[in-house]
Protein backbone atom coordinates (compact mmCIF):
# COMPACT_ATOMS: atom_id res chain seq x y z
CA UNK A 1 0.00 0.00 0.00
CA UNK A 2 1.32 3.56 -0.64
CA UNK A 3 0.88 5.67 1.88
CA UNK A 4 2.35 8.90 0.38
CA UNK A 5 1.36 11.90 0.29
CA UNK A 6 -0.88 12.87 -2.64
CA UNK A 7 1.19 15.93 -3.68
CA UNK A 8 4.15 13.71 -3.66
CA UNK A 9 2.24 11.02 -5.81
CA UNK A 10 1.45 14.48 -8.12
CA UNK A 11 5.05 15.97 -8.03
CA UNK A 12 6.50 12.20 -8.96
CA UNK A 13 4.15 11.97 -11.84
CA UNK A 14 4.52 15.43 -12.83
CA UNK A 15 8.70 14.53 -13.16
CA UNK A 16 7.82 10.89 -14.66
CA UNK A 17 5.82 12.32 -17.64
CA UNK A 18 8.02 15.08 -17.65
CA UNK A 19 11.14 12.70 -18.64
CA UNK A 20 8.96 10.36 -20.72
CA UNK A 21 8.24 13.34 -23.08
CA UNK A 22 11.47 14.51 -23.30
CA UNK A 23 12.72 11.36 -23.73
CA UNK A 24 10.28 10.59 -26.89
CA UNK A 25 11.24 14.30 -28.11
CA UNK A 26 14.66 13.28 -28.58
CA UNK A 27 14.03 9.71 -29.76
CA UNK A 28 11.67 11.42 -32.17
CA UNK A 29 14.08 14.77 -33.35
CA UNK A 30 17.11 12.37 -33.75
CA UNK A 31 14.73 10.03 -36.02
CA UNK A 32 13.48 13.05 -38.18
CA UNK A 33 16.79 15.26 -38.31
CA UNK A 34 19.68 13.19 -38.15
CA UNK A 35 20.40 12.14 -41.76
CA UNK A 36 23.67 9.39 -42.02
CA UNK A 37 24.09 10.77 -45.70
CA UNK A 38 24.30 14.17 -45.03
CA UNK A 39 27.27 15.92 -43.86
CA UNK A 40 26.66 17.78 -40.59
CA UNK A 41 26.98 21.53 -40.18
CA UNK A 42 30.13 22.16 -37.43
CA UNK A 43 27.87 25.31 -36.29
CA UNK A 44 24.86 23.34 -36.24
CA UNK A 45 26.78 20.76 -34.04
CA UNK A 46 28.16 22.97 -31.55
CA UNK A 47 25.14 24.27 -30.77
CA UNK A 48 23.97 20.97 -30.35
CA UNK A 49 26.83 20.10 -28.36
CA UNK A 50 25.91 23.22 -25.72
CA UNK A 51 22.26 21.78 -25.17
CA UNK A 52 23.79 18.88 -24.75
CA UNK A 53 26.21 19.89 -21.90
CA UNK A 54 22.93 21.35 -20.14
CA UNK A 55 21.02 18.05 -20.59
CA UNK A 56 23.84 16.31 -18.71
CA UNK A 57 24.10 18.70 -15.99
CA UNK A 58 20.54 18.50 -15.26
CA UNK A 59 20.24 15.05 -15.65
CA UNK A 60 23.43 14.62 -12.96
CA UNK A 61 21.56 16.64 -10.75
CA UNK A 62 18.38 14.99 -11.31
CA UNK A 63 20.48 11.51 -10.23
CA UNK A 64 21.55 13.48 -7.00
CA UNK A 65 18.15 14.78 -5.50
CA UNK A 66 16.45 11.17 -6.44
CA UNK A 67 19.59 9.49 -4.48
CA UNK A 68 19.13 11.41 -1.90
CA UNK A 69 14.96 11.22 -1.62
CA UNK A 70 15.52 7.30 -1.71
CA UNK A 71 18.26 7.51 0.99
CA UNK A 72 15.07 9.53 2.86
CA UNK A 73 12.66 6.63 1.80
CA UNK A 74 12.53 4.53 5.03
CA UNK A 75 12.55 7.35 7.48
CA UNK A 76 9.29 8.91 5.87
CA UNK A 77 7.91 5.57 4.73
CA UNK A 78 7.40 1.90 6.06
CA UNK A 79 9.26 0.27 3.25
CA UNK A 80 9.36 -3.52 2.52
CA UNK A 81 11.55 -5.69 -0.05
CA UNK A 82 11.10 -8.73 -1.47
CA UNK A 83 14.24 -10.52 -0.13
CA UNK A 84 13.72 -9.06 3.16
CA UNK A 85 16.26 -6.50 2.98
CA UNK A 86 14.90 -3.29 2.45
CA UNK A 87 18.14 -1.25 3.20
CA UNK A 88 20.22 -3.10 1.21
CA UNK A 89 18.13 -2.71 -2.13
CA UNK A 90 17.77 1.33 -0.98
CA UNK A 91 21.91 1.87 -0.26
CA UNK A 92 22.39 -0.34 -4.03
CA UNK A 93 19.94 2.33 -5.67
CA UNK A 94 21.65 5.15 -3.86
CA UNK A 95 25.10 3.71 -5.45
CA UNK A 96 23.62 3.17 -9.10
CA UNK A 97 22.27 6.67 -8.58
CA UNK A 98 25.94 8.27 -7.52
CA UNK A 99 27.62 6.35 -10.63
CA UNK A 100 24.97 7.62 -13.06
CA UNK A 101 25.84 10.77 -11.84
CA UNK A 102 29.46 10.35 -12.26
CA UNK A 103 28.92 8.94 -15.62
CA UNK A 104 26.92 12.23 -16.43
CA UNK A 105 29.37 14.31 -15.22
CA UNK A 106 31.99 12.69 -17.58
CA UNK A 107 29.15 12.64 -20.19
CA UNK A 108 29.34 16.81 -19.60
CA UNK A 109 32.91 17.07 -19.99
CA UNK A 110 33.20 15.01 -23.16
CA UNK A 111 30.55 17.11 -24.40
CA UNK A 112 32.29 20.37 -23.16
CA UNK A 113 35.07 19.37 -25.23
CA UNK A 114 33.41 18.51 -28.58
CA UNK A 115 31.83 22.02 -28.24
CA UNK A 116 34.94 23.57 -27.55
CA UNK A 117 36.27 22.59 -30.57
CA UNK A 118 33.43 22.84 -32.71
CA UNK A 119 33.04 26.29 -31.61
CA UNK A 120 36.92 26.50 -33.33
CA UNK A 121 35.41 25.91 -37.19
CA UNK A 122 34.29 27.90 -39.42
CA UNK A 123 31.68 27.14 -42.41
CA UNK A 124 32.63 28.22 -45.68
CA UNK A 125 29.99 27.70 -48.35
CA UNK A 126 31.00 27.26 -52.06
CA UNK A 127 33.80 24.45 -53.33
CA UNK A 128 36.90 25.64 -51.92
CA UNK A 129 37.13 26.32 -48.48
CA UNK A 130 40.16 28.65 -48.93
CA UNK A 131 38.67 30.73 -51.81
CA UNK A 132 35.47 33.72 -51.49
CA UNK A 133 32.07 31.98 -49.79
CA UNK A 134 30.00 33.12 -47.00
CA UNK A 135 31.57 31.88 -43.54
CA UNK A 136 29.70 31.12 -40.56
CA UNK A 137 32.28 30.77 -37.67
CA UNK A 138 30.58 28.18 -34.52
CA UNK A 139 28.13 29.75 -32.32
Known amino acids: MNRSHPRTRTRAGVLATALADATRAAERSIR???DPERTPDPVVMSRESWQMIHLFGTLGDLAAALASRIGAG???YSVLADD???ADQIARACRG???LRHALEDAQRAARDVYAALSHLEV???ADPSGPGTSRKGA
Open 32 to 34: AHL
Open 74 to 76: PHR
Open 84 to 86: GAP
Open 97 to 99: LAE
Open 124 to 126: HRG
